[in-house]
């Protein structure tokens, strides 16, 4: 089993940064993929960032290439999503994964999921 737990959301405009953290154990963090999610209300959860096992490739949704940024620290067993730039429609509840392919983009291929951290960007 892989226990994620997620922090570092909150109140920000329009704009402003925020850097998210998810902290895992359980099983050997350094050999999954991690990834972020997010899902605003009334709306589909949606892909938003993956990292591969190493750090070496990343993959990012359109809507947030060149604003976020998604790293990991394999010795802290933690995954950060550095976000800048943010809009109102990055509002959402922000969920990190793991358990899967590097690349994967659907949440049905992840097999472990945080509780999730609100973001909410204020215009």
């Known amino acids: 089993q892989v226990q994620l737990v997620e922090s570092g959301g909150g109140l920000v405009q329009t704009g402003g940064s925020l850097r998210l953290s998810c902290a895992a154990s359980?099983?050997?963090?350094?050999?999954?993929?991690m990834a972020w999610f997010r899902q605003a209300p009334g709306k589909e959860r949606e892909f938003v960032a993956t990292?591969?096992?190493?750090?070496?490739?990343?993959y990012y949704a359109d809507s947030v290439k060149g604003r976020f940024t998604i790293s990991r620290d394999n010795a802290k067993n933690t995954v950060y999503l550095q976000m800048n730039s943010l809009k109102p429609e990055d509002t959402a509840v922000y969920y990190c994964a793991t358990g899967s392919v590097a690349g994967a983009r659907r949440s049905m291929q992840y097999a472990y999921w945080g509780q999730g951290t609100q973001v909410t960007v204020s215009s």
């Open positions: 990292i591969n096992w190493s750090g070496g490739s990343t």
């Open positions: 359980g099983r050997t963090f350094s050999s999954y993929a």
